[in-house]
């Protein structure tokens, strides 16, 4: 689908949402699960994270250096495989490259899922990692809210 500034990518089974906060029901009693039990169709939550966008967002992001020994002690993978938080329809497919000194970065895919999602200075993503490269991801905006980008979101 062409627009302004190029082509932008499609994925296929997800709306654009252009920024509507997600509103979850209030629950009738606090939950006493804590973020490191959350389980998630992908099964438990291996490691999370937080990047707050700075310079280009569409530009290579460098990840973590914990989340990145956490997952060099198996093995270094060469992609990662991430959906949105909330959407069981699509999946992004990332490369991942390291440079000499161990750093790593999501590369190929990220520009297009960064513009498809209009990610910009400021905007905080929350990673969870289940572990067997899958990666669920929250876009949070420079509000400090988060971005709804489909309706199916609880």
Not at 8 to 14: D, L, P, T
Not at 111 to 129: D, I, N, P, Q
């Amino acid at each position: 689908m062409a627009g302004r500034g190029g082509g932008r990518a499609r994925v296929r089974g997800c709306g654009r949402g252009r920024g509507r906060v997600a509103r979850s029901p209030s629950p009738a009693m606090p939950s006493s699960s804590s973020s490191s039990d959350r389980q998630d169709e992908e099964g438990p939550v291996l490691s999370e994270f937080i990047v707050v966008l700075k310079g280009d967002p569409h530009g290579i992001q460098r990840l973590p250096d914990d989340f990145a020994d956490f997952v060099a002690d198996d093995e270094r993978p060469g992609s990662l495989h991430l959906r949105e938080d909330g959407c069981h329809c699509c999946r992004w497919i990332f490369d991942v490259i390291y440079d000499a000194r161990g750093n790593m970065y999501l590369h190929i895919g990220w520009e297009k899922f960064a513009r498809y999602h209009r990610l910009e200075v400021g905007f905080m993503l929350v990673f969870s990692y289940f572990g067997d490269r899958n990666v669920s991801v929250k876009v949070f905006d420079e509000t400090r809210c988060r971005r709804n980008y489909h309706g199916d979101i609880a």
